[in-house]
């Protein structure tokens, strides 16, 4: 079963405009990531937020945590059209935290 | 920058052939996982691995087994591969032990079963 789950599955915006992805999880955590993948390659790792951080910032990126509603949200700034991508947030449980899951990821296109 | 390099781009095999997928890291890394990709379901894991001869089932290790005999390298094998099993599979490693963490990834093999 998987921990993660991405909201919406595809996403099209206009470059330069906010693109905002949601993640929910179902356990405990002792952190949550978010990944890129370009279309046929490896994922890239973006970002990561610990279960006691409530938000992070990492260049055009930023990230939320709701531990309370099991959720976080990546939001990606004045988007560009090379941020066309997968993008997918990953999870390790507390009770197995060697073990990373990962979600069905969101589709992201961003139209020049 | 860390390196994983896993074998084969791509790779078409029979039904029934034992495939073996190779995956090396050069940064000392203790974890290293095994997931497998598919259209609508994301990254699943098969196996992962927290240090030498150790290993894990993930979610779906049927099918499949791993092999770690070096701490650079961890094998996926199937044993004797079926057409669904046809998909790209993805290898990772990590520094972190008790707790993986920034998981670097190779840049998959693309396997067909024929």
């Known amino acids: 079963s998987q921990q993660g789950e991405e909201d919406p599955q595809a996403l099209s915006i206009q470059e330069g405009e906010n693109a905002t992805m949601n993640c929910s999880y179902k356990?405990?955590?002792?952190?949550l990531q978010w990944y890129r993948q370009n279309s046929g390659r490896g994922l890239v790792h973006l970002i990561l937020i610990r279960s006691n951080e409530r938000e992070k910032h990492s260049g055009r990126l930023r990230v939320t945590l709701d531990t309370s509603k099991k959720s976080s949200s990546l939001l990606i700034t004045a988007s560009r059209a090379a941020d066309t991508a997968s993008y997918f947030c990953a999870t390790d449980a507390k009770t197995s935290y060697d073990k990373v899951i990962f979600g069905p990821g969101t589709s992201l296109s961003v139209i020049p | 920058d860390v390196k994983v390099t896993q074998s084969s781009r791509y790779l078409v095999k029979r039904t029934g052939e034992k495939v073996f997928l190779e995956c090396v890291q050069d940064?000392?890394?203790?974890?290293m996982f095994w997931y497998r990709q598919d259209p609508g379901l994301g990254l699943r894991l098969i196996y992962f691995?927290?240090?030498?001869?150790?290993?894990e089932k993930g979610d779906i290790p049927e099918g499949y087994s791993v092999s770690r005999e070096k701490k650079e390298r961890f094998s996926l094998i199937l044993e004797s591969a079926s057409t669904n099993q046809t998909s790209m599979y993805l290898c990772?490693?990590?520094?972190?032990?008790?707790?993986?963490?920034?998981?670097?990834f190779g840049s998959g093999t693309q396997l067909s079963v024929l």
């Open positions: 691995s927290y240090d030498v001869k150790m290993k």
């Open positions: 940064m000392d890394h203790e974890n």
């Open positions: 990772a490693s990590t520094s972190q032990q008790g707790g993986a963490e920034k998981l670097f």
């Open positions: 356990t405990s955590i002792n952190n």
